[in-house]
């Protein structure tokens, strides 16, 4: 954690929020191990915008999204999204329980998580930044040594504070995160700087950036090689036509999820 026209895919019927897939998996024609015939399924945790996030029909959109619909389009496949827990999706348990076929949630690519589930590419440059309530005078990590922190379940940001021994308060996900700062539950919160802007408010503000040169990959389960491929294919095309840059610029400017 967590730059074409947008791509219409709640309007176009392409996504199918789903709870959860059976245990077998079946093989496209390339040998592409899929938990649900034609179907690319995806497990991604809203909120975390601008990468994914519900518009106001209750589809889930955003960068990842629109990614994910370009990959499902190249496959010939139809795209479903299923909503899980951050926690259960670093962790591989998602991939392994056949919940999807990819974790597509603005997730930096780190070894240890790359030791229970394969990688793409990465996509995206990532960074972390400190939100906290507009006029605090807070310019540094050392600033928050004798403060509560908030931070997400499993990401970058909760390892950053645990590196630093900041007093933290973990939360389910990132709407949580910041609402404990607006609030007044917590005096700030850590996380990709790139999610928390859409929160800045005239109450809230990003402090500072703190350099961590994070990138952000596409996770499948390992052994699924030719999909991992596949998805490599799809973000090679992007970057080199410019779909890519964008669908960043169609949601870089999405408002705080709902």
């Known amino acids: 954690m967590k730059k074409s026209a947008p791509i ?10 789903t709870a959860c897939s059976s245990t077998d998996s079946t093989e496209t024609e390339s040998g ?17 915008a601008p990468f ?40 591989g348990a998602s991939l392994e329980s056949n919940q999807c076929d990819v974790i597509a949630t603005g997730m930096t690519i780190t070894d240890e998580r790359a030791e229970r ?58 709407g949580l995160v910041v609402q404990s700062v607006a609030t007044g539950q917590t005096d700030a919160a850590i996380g990709d700087v790139g999610t928390l802007t859409p929160y ?23 052994g699924n090689e030719e999909l991992v491929a596949s998805i490599n294919t799809t973000l090679e095309r992007i970057m080199g036509d410019d779909t890519l840059n964008t669908i960043i610029e169609t949601h870089i400017d999405a408002p705080a999820a709902q």
């Open 52 to 91: 994914e996030y519900k518009d106001d029909s209750g589809a889930v959109v955003g960068i990842d999204m629109d990614i994910m619909a370009e990959v499902a389009q190249d496959l010939s496949l139809e795209l479903s999204i299923v909503e899980a827990a951050f926690d259960a999706m670093q962790s």
């Open 117 to 174: 589930f394969d990688f793409s590419d990465p996509y995206y440059d990532a960074n972390q930044g400190v939100l906290v309530p507009a006029g605090t005078s807070i310019s540094s990590l050392t600033d928050l040594s004798d403060l509560q922190v908030a931070v997400q379940i499993e990401t970058t940001g909760a390892t950053l504070a645990e590196e630093q021994g900041l007093d933290s308060t973990v939360f389910e996900d990132l």
């Open 8 to 17: 219409a895919l709640a309007a176009a019927g392409l996504f199918a929020l």
């Open 200 to 222: 800045v408010t005239d109450e809230l503000t990003i402090a500072f950036v703190e350099e961590t040169n994070e990138r952000y990959g596409f996770g499948v389960k390992k």
């Open 32 to 48: 592409i191990a899929l938990v649900t015939p034609d179907t690319l399924t995806v497990c991604t945790n809203p909120p975390f």
